[in-house]
């Protein structure tokens, strides 16, 4: 829990944090957080004021992202009242939209003498049900145009599922997936390549390549789709400073640069890619690089009259990521508690620990493509290093794998050595000289 409100206070600063904004424009940022209502991880909705805020900025700038984990209350544990009754508010809530968390709180009151907290449980409960009255009342929205003021301010994310590989298709085909990472500003094409699995692993690999190539963007934009609403990619963008940005459910209109783009791969790569034929994966991310550097990044954007590499070119020098940083910032983590003989397990494997660390809680940092060097916190601090015990898989089955070399042909015809067999069996061997007496006695026959 620790660690998921830590990653809520960075969301909640993340747009303060820009260290491109002077003070008067941090100060109006910061105004602008204050005043808007939060959804804590707790399900609850808060308010922060503006020296809380600002004391958040402080320490993340200070210590990063540990330094936003919350310290120990000296309530912990305590029992908090639980909202009843909730049905009934429901109904009460549908019936009158415009009736508050308070009214129905009070009506609950006077029909079942039950006390419900408005704030801290009614409302929360029913806004988590999409019951909230902005909800209910909402008309339909208006969307205007917008572009990131500058290369690498928004970076927007997607995932296509398309061709088949190897192709034409055969039995062992499988569909490839496309990430895409594309800049607002200039429509670079920043980073894309093919993967056999749409996972987390599959999403970051690709983002980090592109951080690698193109320097670190000031806001992530993707949809709610597993591979990018998982807490290992809002981990990453927290520690390399990234303001993490979903779109809405069910509501495609801020992310128009990226379909667009997707349209523009289907029509000008993939479909020439399954004309000429395709081999492997290997085979169509060289291609694909190849296309995007070549075309796809040089050609003129009819909207911006300009080449996206040019146009990404004019921002100047983008802001490199410190290489320690990129490397913490794309370790997986998992919470354990240790055994009494100081041993944790990790995607089937088991490893030995310091015994000092026997029956606490531990976080273990690790390369999910590399599971010998396991890391391991307790409350935050480095606690040594997993040592490992027995090692049953090397690599996290999440990563994506490559594929087995296709076996050789022995050239055996089952079928017709069965059809051989069969054939000698009900007709027999041929004998020639037989059939030359049979020959023989039929030109005898009148």
Known sequence: ??????LHRWAVIAEGANPKLSGAQRGAVVRAIAAAAHTHPDGAERRYGRSTIDRWIRD??????????????????????????FSEAVALRLELPTRSAAQIAE??????????????????????????????AAEPKVF??????????????????????PFPRTSASVRARLFVVVDDHSRLLVHGRFHAVENARAAQEVLRTAIARRGLPAVLYTDQGAPFANHALARTCAVLGIRLVHSAPYSPEGRGKQERLNRYIRERFIAEACHAGIEDLAELNDRFEAWAESVANRRVHAETNQAPIARWEAGGPPRAADPA???????WVAARRVSRTATVSLEANRYSVDA?????????????????VIEVFCQGRPAGVATPFVIGRHSSARVPQAARPP???TGVDYLGLVAA?????????VSFAEAALLAAEGEDRP
């Open 107 to 136: 009506i609950l009151w006077a029909r079942h003498r039950v006390a419900v907290s408005p704030r801290c449980g009614l409302r929360d409960q029913l806004r988590r049900r999409g019951l909230h009255r902005e909800a209910l």
């Open 60 to 85: 993340y700038r200070a210590g990063g992202l540990a330094a936003l984990r919350p310290r120990p209350r000296s309530d912990t544990g305590l029992v908090r009242a639980r909202p009843e009754l």
């Open 407 to 409: 076996a050789p042909v």
């Open 356 to 372: 000092a660390l026997v029956g606490r809680r531990v976080e273990l940092r690790y390369d999910p493509a590399d599971l010998s």
């Open 1 to 6: 829990m620790a660690g998921a409100i830590a």
């Open 325 to 331: 940083r990129l490397r913490e910032a794309f370790l």
């Open 144 to 165: 205007g145009r917008y572009e990131a003021e500058a290369p690498n301010d928004r970076w927007i994310t997607d995932a296509v599922v398309d061709p088949w590989v």
């Open 421 to 429: 067999a069969h054939d000698a069996e009900v007709v027999g061997t």
